[in-house]
């Protein structure tokens, strides 16, 4: 999967990159833990590159790193870790939360986020 690309309704650009991304039997599986980032890209998926598989063991230096949305039970328990000196505030996660909701209970929408180059 490819990166997710929202404006939040503060008019924040953000990056949303899924850390994994599996197939089982054809069908794509989306994964529980999503990185967030400031969108500096204009909406390019190239910027994600340097950025995607980020592994959060250790403290992540970008300057436009946000933390990290787990989805520890969809639907009802989340958890944002705001391992940043620039975390985003509660209206924001909820947003972003019902973002990636919309996304992940779709499966129309997987096809237009991962056919990104």
């Given amino acids: 999967m490819k990166p997710l690309f929202f404006t939040?309704?503060?008019r924040k650009k953000i990056m949303i990159i899924p850390d994994t991304m599996a197939h089982m039997d054809g069908h794509?599986?989306?994964t529980y833990t999503y990185s967030i980032f400031?969108?500096?890209g204009f909406n390019s998926p190239l910027q994600a590159r340097s950025k995607e598989s980020v592994l959060h063991l250790e403290k992540i230096d970008d300057p436009n790193y946000l933390?990290?949305?787990t989805f520890e039970k969809p639907g009802q328990l989340f958890n944002y870790t705001a391992?940043?000196?620039?975390?985003?505030?509660?209206?924001?996660?909820?947003e972003i939360i019902?973002?990636?909701?919309?996304?992940?209970d779709d499966p129309s929408?997987?096809?237009?986020?991962?056919g990104w180059n």
């Fill in 8 to 10: 939040l309704g503060n």
């Fill in 28 to 30: 794509p599986i989306l």
């Fill in 38 to 40: 400031l969108d500096t």
């Fill in 67 to 69: 933390g990290h949305i």
């Fill in 83 to 94: 391992d940043t000196d620039n975390p985003l505030n509660s209206d924001e996660i909820q």
């Fill in 98 to 104: 019902e973002n990636l909701t919309e996304v992940r």
């Fill in 109 to 114: 929408m997987w096809e237009k986020f991962d």
